[in-house]
């Protein structure tokens, strides 16, 4: 291998993919060639930084330690590139992305805790000396209206938020997310009555589901693309720590009189941070691009308004040279998306083309999230504990709490893996071992119960596994994958898909498990684990490391 220093030279022309003329005089290009004796040989070319030789007139506006280069010869013919896989990796300070994370992620953090909350909450209720009303001996259907009503909420707020995401815009909908959390605590914390109860758990529910929505939306538009799987993979942690915290004022007040209300009120305070939070941040940059493209309005006033909303995430000084140059990239990819005598996508856009193909990926990661049978296994953890002489499992509370641990422990390794490893690696690991521990769970109830740590290990194991696969990396692929032109429009039929398979899943479990067995229902979790085993492989791309705008031009078209 040969390495030259020269200056200006003749036969060779550069191809940057910052700038389109060769390097001024007195700039040092150092070459390796693979084989000098023949002209057509693998050659790559670097531009190594000197502070007294000025190479560019001004910064370029990705920074990366070399800059590679394309080198064709003078005579038209093409040399290849030693190394293709170049990456160009976005300037950031890490004090400037916590915020953007921070107050969105609370919308996760107050879904979790509503989980939480309500296995505490229902015990609370039904207690005739603890609730403190005289309304507390419920039926079965009225009890499950209480547990179910901010699922049901949920669901109608998917529904709501389709034809309108893109005009709220991602910002104005986790405010509006905040307020109905604030509005559907306070009224659930001072219902007077059953049906008061059920509205408020429905106002909170439709805020659970503008949250999932617009969260992991505002959150992949506005990160840097090479943290963006480690942040949204911590929205997942943030819900998992709702959870927990739902767990822990739940058994901090079991005891006191009138002790469900204090623990679905906590939420406000919670929620009030959040809406106060989204007001001060800024709206998202491509949310901004697309009304301008879309012809919402004064097209220079909506560029002016999203370089200086990318200025201030970034941390930099209002209408820096970097922002502007990012969003002019951006806007040449956005533009190549619409065409010119169409401003606007039609309803079902959605379902058709890149966008279709964005959510069969999408909509079926969240669908295999919830038929493999996530909310059944987490409903046998008592008794698989209990059934190993755990002491601990007599206590519920406690129990829960264990889980919800050991769930945040290994949502935690996933957050420090996925933009490392990858979206693929750890959803084909991930699932692997959700159809194993289901085989194991089957094969406990059917022939092995003499042994019940192999129960508390397949337990373990599927709660282990579905936290570093289904549970982060489904709603992040969710985030990343839909064209900008129907982003809105794809996350919000994403979400309705997991709200509504969750409650087919709770609804048909106990019919099928009297009808099937719970031995034969988990083999049955396990088959549909392999078919998303398969759908996983063959189906889900590698999205690691990429920008928006280049998932939808590679793997999208």
């Known amino acids: 291998m040969a390495y030259s220093a020269i200056t200006s030279p003749p036969p060779l022309r550069f191809h940057s993919p910052f700038h389109h003329q060769p390097p001024k005089p007195h700039s040092i290009v150092f070459c390796s060639f693979g084989n000098q004796k023949n002209p057509t040989s693998k050659t790559t070319c670097f531009f190594k930084p000197n502070k007294n030789i000025p190479i560019f007139s001004h910064r370029p506006l990705l920074s990366a330690p070399k800059l590679r280069f394309n080198v064709q ?23 400037s992305v916590i915020l953007p994370f921070f107050f969105p992620a609370l919308g996760g953090l107050l879904f979790g805790y509503d989980i939480g909350a309500t296995s505490g909450a229902t015990l609370s209720l039904q207690s005739a000396e603890l609730s403190g009303i005289s309304w507390f001996n419920l039926s079965a259907v009225q009890l499950g209206l209480v547990v179910s009503g901010s699922l049901y909420g949920a669901l109608l ?17 986790l405010i509006a997310a905040a307020l109905l959390y604030v509005f559907g605590g306070l009224v659930t914390g001072y219902a007077p009555g059953l049906n ?28 840097p693309s090479q943290i ?30 009138g002790g469900w209300r204090y623990m679905y009120g906590f939420g ?47 941390g930099r000084p209002p209408g820096d040279k970097v922002s502007e140059k990012q969003i002019e990239e951006a806007l040449v990819s956005l533009k190549s998306a619409y065409k010119e005598d169409e401003t606007e996508g039609s309803f079902w856009e959605v379902l058709q083309g ?93 022939f092995l119960g003499g042994f019940p740590l192999v129960a508390v290990a397949a337990l373990l194991l599927y709660v282990g596994c579905y936290q570093i696969s289904f549970g982060p990396i489904s709603w992040l692929m969710v985030s990343e994958i839909f064209p900008l032109r129907t982003r809105g429009r794809g996350i919000s039929l994403a979400v309705l898909t997991n709200f509504g398979s969750n409650a087919i899943v709770t609804f048909a479990f106990s019919p099928l498990k009297e009808l099937l067995g719970v031995e034969n229902l988990f083999l049955l979790f396990g088959a549909i684990a392999l078919l998303s085993l ?9 999205t690691k490391g990429l920008s928006l705008e280049e998932i939808e031009s590679k793997i999208l078209k």
Not at 208 to 220: D, S, V
Request: hydrophobic residues 50%.
């Open 157 to 173: 707020g998917s529904l709501l938020v389709y034809p309108i995401a893109d005009f709220l815009g991602r910002r104005r909908e």
């Open 534 to 542: 398969l759908f996983v492989v063959v189906i889900v791309p590698e």
């Open 228 to 257: 963006r799987g480690t942040l949204i993979s911590l929205k997942e942690l943030f819900i998992v720590l709702g959870i927990l915290m739902g767990f822990l004022v739940g058994s901090i007040q079991i005891n006191a009189v």
């Open 354 to 446: 890149p966008s279709l193909k964005a959510f069969v990926i999408g909509g079926g990661l969240v669908l295999f999230q919830q038929i493999t049978g996530q909310p059944s296994v987490l409903y046998y953890a008592g008794p698989i504990l209990q059934s190993a002489g755990f002491s601990a499992a007599a206590d519920a509370t406690r129990v829960s709490v264990v889980i919800g641990l050991f769930k945040l422990a290994m949502t935690w390794i996933a957050v420090l893996k996925v933009d490392d490893l990858g979206r693929r690696p750890l959803l084909i690991g991930g699932v692997s071992g959700i159809a194993l521990s289901l085989f194991l769970l089957s094969a406990y109830y059917k």
């Open 268 to 314: 406000v305070p919670i929620s009030l941070l959040m809406g106060l939070g989204m007001w001060s941040l800024p709206p998202s940059p491509r949310w901004l691009l697309l009304r301008a493209v879309q012809g919402k309005g004064s097209f220079q006033e909506y560029k002016e308004k999203a370089i200086s909303s990318l200025s201030k995430l970034r």
């Open 73 to 95: 010869y003078s005579a038209g013919e093409e040399a290849e590139p030693l190394v293709t896989d170049t990456t160009n990796q976005e300037d950031f300070s890490w004090s």
């Open 196 to 223: 008061v109860l059920l509205f408020g758990r429905l106002l909170y529910g439709l805020g659970i589901g503008l949250a999932m929505h617009g969260a992991p939306l505002y959150i992949a538009e506005t990160c």
